[in-house]
């Protein structure tokens, strides 16, 4: 729901950085390795109990999630790089519940099962989406040009991200943070279902 304010806002700084990157021979497969290794060690560290240490590197590895693309738009777009974009996108959102798991499994381990399978169906139906909108060769540019078919919800990476920094800022409200984001992104994949039926009849 966010991100296209938010990319609005951060955009030009992100292009002036990927620029610099680009001119120094830094491809963005790289920077897109780099920011999902950056995010491991923040679950790594998030596991250990360190939240705030955990909080420095999410951050860190989430410029490095939109200067890829920002390095990618003057090197030129690949399929191979925006398909190593997703996966590992979806990666890094399944480690960091993982890492709040297994710092406290007694208390975090059934709200994190319950937000990663949120996250597991609202993956299938936005990459689902989007294989059959590739297929029909509709074009959606409402977050800008990318890689493969994007539709919007309630729940994006800009409302992912927050409730990331609330769960590092609050680790002991991570059940209820959890359950509350779980339902918006069960919403969010019930509206793609919705639409898809709309769309695909």
């Given at each position: 729901m966010l991100?296209?304010?938010?990319?609005?806002?951060?955009?030009?700084?992100?292009?002036?950085?990927?620029?610099?990157?680009?001119?120094?021979?830094?491809?963005?497969?790289s920077v897109t390795?780099?920011?999902?290794?950056?995010?491991?060690?923040?679950?790594?560290?998030?596991?250990?109990?360190?939240?705030?240490?955990?909080?420095a590197l999410l951050l860190v590895s989430r410029l490095g999630d939109g200067l890829d693309g920002a390095v990618a738009r003057i090197q030129g777009k690949t399929d191979f790089g925006g398909y190593l974009d997703i996966v590992l996108d979806f990666a890094f959102y399944g480690a960091i519940p993982l890492g709040f798991v297994l710092a406290d499994p007694a208390a975090n381990a059934v709200a994190g099962a319950v937000l990663l399978l949120s996250f597991y169906v609202n993956g299938s139906s936005f990459l689902a989406y989007a294989i059959m909108a590739e297929k029909r060769e509709l074009e959606g540019r409402v977050r800008g040009e990318k890689s493969i078919f994007f539709t919007t919800g309630l729940a994006e990476a800009t409302e992912t991200l927050v409730v990331f920094v609330a769960f590092c800022l609050f680790p002991g409200w991570f059940p209820a943070i959890a359950y509350v984001f779980a339902t918006l992104t069960f919403y969010?994949?019930?509206?793609?279902?919705?639409?898809a039926s709309r769309t695909f009849r």
């Open positions: 991100d296209g304010w938010a990319r609005r806002r951060i955009d030009p700084a992100l292009n002036v950085m990927g620029r610099a990157l680009a001119q120094v021979g830094i491809s963005a497969n390795l780099a920011a999902f290794g950056v995010g491991v060690l923040a679950a790594v560290a998030i596991a250990w109990g360190w939240f705030l240490t955990g909080l969010t994949a019930l509206s793609r279902i919705v639409l």
